[in-house]
């Protein structure tokens, strides 16, 4: 189990009336990182925020900016992200876009590049990948909506994910998103995963503070 593991706040369920708040209390919560959720409407059923938004909360805060890509066309628009402030770009191996092309895009623009897998996805298709992106994202629920329930079947394939890492010593960070709790986030971490990603349980939280503390066990 990771004893350094680093926990993602998603925004997708914050309430963007108070941006400066809202990184207020990211910050001084523990968390490392602040989880950006890109949805087109087209690679999955819903539409949320882009670079304008990301810009606002680069303004507001000086942690990691890790930004999850569930767009059709990624590699079109790692430039953008790249310039608005993003220092993870995260784009699905289920997506149009060439996967290596699109790694090499993100690197070129001085960023750390991540490959994604929907539940349905299994590691083999990104086998040979792993070691040439700087993270896995393994999503845990079907990407698209906050507040899914965590789907128990992935955590095979983190140990699958952790297993190649280890076995070829690669320095890849493995991610979970989707259904992370106090519960969900020990077994995620018992399989190896370095950075949890956790969005709707940490804003129903009275302390995010406690939370976060929580998930890292």
């Not at 430039?79 to 690197?107: C, L, Q, R, V």
């Amino acid at each position: 189990m990771n004893d350094n593991t680093i926990v993602s706040v998603s925004v997708l369920s914050a309430d963007f009336s108070c941006i400066r708040e809202i990184c207020s209390n990211i910050e001084t919560s523990g968390a490392e990182w602040i989880h950006f959720d890109v949805m087109d409407g087209v690679f999955v059923d819903n539409l949320t925020f882009g670079c304008p938004v990301l810009k606002a909360i680069h303004k507001n805060s000086n942690l990691v900016k890790d930004v999850h890509l569930m767009i059709s066309n990624p590699i079109k628009y790692v430039e953008n992200f790249a310039n608005s402030g993003a220092d993870y770009i995260t784009f699905h191996y289920e997506s149009y876009s060439n996967p290596i092309d699109t790694i090499d895009k993100i690197h070129k623009c001085g960023k750390k590049a991540g490959i994604s897998i929907k539940p349905n996805t299994p590691v083999l298709a990104i086998q040979d990948l792993i070691g040439l992106v700087d993270m896995v994202l393994i999503m845990t629920v079907e990407p698209g909506f906050g507040g899914q329930g965590f789907i128990f079947e992935t955590l095979d394939k983190v140990n699958q994910v952790r297993n190649i890492i280890d076995t070829n010593n690669y320095h890849t960070l493995i991610e979970v998103d989707g259904g992370i709790n106090l519960e969900t986030s020990k077994l995620v971490r018992k399989a190896g995963t370095d950075v949890l990603v956790s969005g709707s349980y940490l804003f129903k939280q009275p302390s995010m503070k406690d939370a976060v503390k929580a998930l890292k066990g």
